[in-house]
């Protein structure tokens, strides 16, 4: 039987026979949530459900390859942080410079993290966290500046 691989972005590999498949998963090149479509009947597949490879040995648990880049994993829990502690910024420079330094570098790491995973966005979370931060510093010492120090 023959099955399709979803690769990036939703473009389809194959058909592909079974034993190729159970190859590629054995060296490494098929995740065990790699999707396998069917044509006949028209049906999804994950590769744990069809691969006797995965099924049938725990080695799997080592997956994925230490290069290989899970969809979930393209950075984008690290850009919610970084317009997080963009908010964060703003409104700690209000209350306490730390916090808005802080939360500023933070952000600055994580769009760091995400720009290595290659997400498309990374850049611009660099400079909003990095305008984000000097804005609250900004705030804090303007605070100072009209209202003094207590």
């Known amino acids: 039987m023959d099955y399709f691989v979803i690769v990036d ?7 592909v026979p079974k034993d ?13 949530d790699a999707v396998l479509p069917q044509l006949e009947p028209e049906r999804h597949y994950r590769a744990i459900e069809v691969l006797d490879w995965f099924r049938s040995n725990q080695a799997f648990a ?3 390859r230490p290069d290989a880049v899970l969809p979930e994993e393209d950075g984008s829990k690290e850009m ?12 700690g420079g209000i209350f306490c410079c730390f916090l808005a330094i802080a939360s500023g ?5 994580s769009a760091r993290r995400a720009q290595r995973k290659g997400h ?9 966290s990095t305008f984000c931060m000097l804005v609250g510093f900004s705030f804090q010492i303007a605070y100072l500046w009209f209202f003094g120090i207590d």
């Open 62 to 64: 080592a997956y994925p």
């Open 105 to 109: 570098s933070a952000g600055i790491v």
């Open 9 to 15: 972005k939703g473009h389809k590999v194959g058909p």
């Open 120 to 128: 498309p966005g990374a850049v611009a979370g660099i400079y909003a």
């Open 80 to 91: 919610v942080w970084v317009w997080v502690s963009c908010i964060m910024s703003l409104v």
């Open 20 to 32: 190729t498949l159970e190859m590629w998963a054995k060296e490494g090149r098929l995740l065990p």
